[in-house]
Nanobody, 124 residues
Framework: QVQLVESGGGSVQAGGSLRLSCTFSEYSYSMYSRYCMGWFRQAPGKEREEVATVKSDGTTRYADSVKGRFTISRDNAKDTLSLQMNILKPEDTAMYYC???????????????WGQGTQVTVSS
């Protein structure tokens, strides 16, 4: 059983920065380094969208809307995931979720473990 807990959300003005963190825990023995990890977000009235993901081999992928502004990183020694968000825009306002998926032969499977989310609000 995997548990994910996000932190670091808050309110910031446009142009500001926030850093989100996610702590991963797994019953009995952590296999964190073997998971794909990702950040997703959902704004009111909109579908959930992928923001950034990182595979077990460190390969990252970003949504076009955040490229150059957001950086995803993982610390396999501490079982943590981070999202550094810079030059925030009002359209970045959303609930941000940390998620985990099995990484099989460098292919991320369905993200089936989710945290409770942390709210990010960017004012203009």
């Amino acid at each position: 059983q995997v548990q994910l807990v996000e932190s670091g959300g808050g309110s910031v003005q446009a142009g500001g920065s926030l850093r989100l963190s996610c702590t991963f825990s797994e019953y009995s023995y952590s296999m964190y380094s073997r998971y794909c990890m990702g950040w997703f977000r959902q704004a009111p009235g909109k579908e959930r969208e992928e923001v950034a993901t990182v595979k077990s081999d460190g390969t990252t992928r970003y949504a076009d809307s955040v490229k150059g502004r957001f950086t995803i990183s993982r610390d396999n020694a501490k079982d943590t995931l981070s999202l550094q968000m810079n030059i925030l825009k009002p359209e970045d306002t959303a609930m941000y979720y940390c998620a985990a998926a099995a990484d099989l032969w460098s292919r991320c499977q369905a993200y089936n473990f989710w945290g409770q989310g942390t709210q990010v609000t960017v004012s203009s």
